[in-house]
């Protein structure tokens, strides 16, 4: 479903965010990206949404080469994906409902159709009886649940989540860790970028490790 | 369909939000579009005018006042088989008199007079109406016997009607002019919303949203204010006729007669609207063109 092959990323200013890193994750699969801060966990994320594009080697998502994908065909791809920003992207000119209806009106989704799938997702992250509610009168946790409701109200065949528990408490953390273990049991792909290390102790999941660009084996 | 719906209604909800900016910058189109489009119902009113009292073109010959019958049925002959006239029409003296106190309501005046004023006329009607044989017309006749004065009627009217030739042009010129005025008005609000708007375009982007859909809210928004802007124009162009016709209708009724400007056509406002909506729209296009590229997801 993602396959890395011999992927450079160097920024403009010469910084080296990635290093000759290859490997491939199966559909279905769930996966956990962990290093320090700066060890380019986000650059990769950044990759495979195509938010920025390798300098060598080649990104394959879903069958496409992302790396040389044309402008035109980046909504499209991006359709395909769900994803959960390290510091949420939530718009505040409008209740919870409305941002998590944005996938799906951007989609052009039938209307009646797309009111029942938000309130799904809401359920889902159990935030529905907050639709009304201003994003900026939810807690740090809350706002994490909605980014991920919003995330996968478009039902995408991969979710990439940079630091969903970054800087929330224990509890929120493994609330959030059993909400994508349950889009895991339902097959979707899961690549999950954390620096805390304590989330990944119960889990007999795959684990890919960054050092200053580079992929440990 | 329902999501256009909530696009366009997301739109104006925006719009009621900064309503005070959102009234001014109406307010400026509005009054910018009104200037052209006064003028030009003046000029159609005084075009109407002009065909109304010109018709067909006419030459007036005033006869001499010692001018006996005689030589007036000579001269009413000599007409009638003149190839370029089609028929003359003789006007008595007193007959021109007593159409005179009819219509111009100097009946007062003209009752005071101790003699007829007015010499005996014909009313020529040539064949052909183009200025220069018409001239030439005139200047023949002039010369006939007992012939005090021939006066080509009409002339007036072609000079007014090159006249308005030159308003026409001037509108356009102001047309044009107030038109990129209103464009640069509707960029530069446009460029400013999406300023405000950058976060949701970036999310909007980063969840997959194609260039149309970003731009189309933006799109909606200058066609929308280019609307209200066209619909402003129509007000304050209707109020002002409406204003000056009441002025207009205690000056006219001094002279007795009846003269009233008239509006707005419903083809020239639907045309005003439309072309307003159109400046919106490419006015909104340019900016977003513009701007929206270099906002790109990080």
């Not at chain 2, 009724?253 to 003269?259: D, G, I, N, R, V």
Request: glycine share 8%; hydrophobic share 45%; with cysteine.
């Amino acid at each position: 479903m993602i396959s890395f092959n011999q992927v450079h990323k160097r920024y403009p200013g010469g910084y080296h965010a990635l290093k000759n890193v290859s490997f491939e994750i199966a559909k279905g699969e769930m996966v956990f990206l962990t290093g320090h801060s700066g060890a380019g966990k986000s650059t990769l994320l950044k990759l495979i949404a195509a938010i920025e594009r390798p300098n060598l080697g080649s990104v394959i998502v879903n069958n496409q080469n992302v790396g040389v994908l044309k402008e035109r065909a980046l909504p499209y791809l991006r359709r395909n994906l769900g994803i959960v920003f390290q510091d949420h992207k939530l718009l505040f000119d409008r209740n919870v409902f409305d941002n998590v209806m944005l996938p799906l009106q951007i989609c052009g989704f039938d209307y009646r159709e797309s009111q029942k799938r938000v309130r799904a997702a809401l359920d889902k992250v159990g935030l529905l009886k907050r639709e009304k509610s201003n994003p900026i009168a939810l807690s740090g946790g809350e706002q994490q649940r909605l980014c991920i409701a919003r995330a996968i109200v478009n039902r995408p065949i991969i979710l990439l989540a940079d630091e969903p528990t970054g800087n929330l408490d224990t509890d929120y953390a493994h609330d959030i860790m059993a909400i994508f273990k349950s889009f895991h049991q339902v097959g979707v792909t899961l690549l999950i970028s954390t620096h805390d290390e304590s989330v990944l102790q119960d889990t007999g999941v795959r684990v890919l490790a960054l050092r200053q660009g580079e992929l440990l084996s | 369909m329902r999501h256009a719906l909530a696009q366009i209604i997301g739109v104006m909800g925006r719009m009621f939000d900064s309503r005070l900016a959102g009234s001014l910058s109406i307010l400026v189109i509005g009054i910018a579009l009104s200037l052209p489009a006064g003028m030009y119902v003046m000029l159609q009113n005084v075009q109407g005018m002009v065909t109304q009292l010109s018709g067909t073109p006419q030459i007036s010959l005033f006869l001499n006042m010692d001018a006996k019958a005689d030589d007036i049925d000579r001269l009413h002959k000599q007409l009638a088989q003149h190839p370029a006239i089609d028929h003359a029409k003789f006007v008595a003296r007193d007959e021109a008199l007593e159409q005179l106190k009819q219509s111009t309501g100097l009946a007062d005046v003209i009752g005071g007079l101790n003699q007829n004023p007015l010499p005996d006329a014909f009313i020529v009607y040539p064949k052909n109406g183009e200025v220069q044989g018409l001239e030439e017309l005139r200047n023949e006749l002039a010369k006939l016997p007992r012939v005090e004065l021939a006066q080509l009627d009409s002339a007036w009217a072609y000079k007014l009607e090159a006249l308005l030739k030159f308003g026409r042009m001037a509108v356009l010129i102001l047309a044009s002019l107030l038109s990129l005025a209103l464009i640069a008005i509707t960029f530069n609000t446009i460029r400013l919303q999406i300023l405000t708007q950058r976060d949701e375009i970036e999310v909007s982007k980063l969840i997959g949203a194609t260039n149309g859909f970003i731009r189309r809210p933006f799109l909606y928004f200058g066609v929308i204010q280019g609307l209200l802007g066209g619909i402003a124009a129509w007000l304050i162009v209707s109020l002002s006729l409406l204003l000056l016709n009441w002025q207009l209708g205690a000056l006219t009724e001094l002279y007795a007669s009846q003269f009233t400007l008239h509006p707005l056509s419903p083809g020239d406002s639907l045309s005003l609207l439309l072309f307003s909506m159109y400046l919106g729209w490419l006015g909104a296009w340019l900016s977003v063109a513009r701007h929206l590229s270099r906002i790109e997801p990080r």
